[in-house]
Structure formats: C-alpha cells, structure tokens
C-alpha cells in the first residue's frame, strides 16, 4: 500500500509540475505586447483606445 501511495504522489507531482507549460501563447496577444500596449476585458481605460485583440479576440488591446 505504501508503494502506491508513493506512486500516486510522484505521478501528481509530475503532471502538476507540466500543467502550466501547455498554456498557449496567442500571436495576436505577443503582437499587442510587444509594442508596449496591454490586454483588457471590455473597454479601455478612458485615455486608451483598443487598437486590436488579445487572446485570440477574446479581450481589446489597448494602447495610448
């Protein structure tokens, strides 16, 4: 019984260890980054204005 309480603690430190390296990096989201300009959920903030999307369309990239 200890075994496989050793082996169960091993296989969940393995895929907790792996679990946030497969999020995807959208291009869109690198692009909107990379001109110094950030990401946000529905409006921008009133001196901002949304110049493209982030994460795939699902948020407004907002720049001065």
């Known amino acids: 019984m200890k075994i496989?309480?050793?082996l169960f603690a091993v296989f969940l430190l393995i895929f907790q260890a792996t679990?946030?390296?497969a999020d995807p990096i959208f291009p869109d989201?690198?692009?909107c980054r990379r001109q110094g300009n950030f990401c946000r959920?529905?409006?921008c903030?009133?001196?901002f204005s949304?110049?493209?999307?982030?994460h795939g369309?699902?948020?407004n990239?907002?720049?001065k």
Request: hydrophobic share 30%.
């Open 57 to 59: 369309g699902l948020l």
């Open 19 to 21: 679990s946030g390296s």
């Open 4 to 6: 496989f309480y050793l």
């Open 61 to 63: 990239c907002c720049s």
């Open 41 to 43: 959920a529905g409006m």
């Open 29 to 31: 989201t690198a692009e």
């Open 50 to 54: 949304a110049t493209g999307s982030c």
């Open 45 to 47: 903030p009133p001196t």
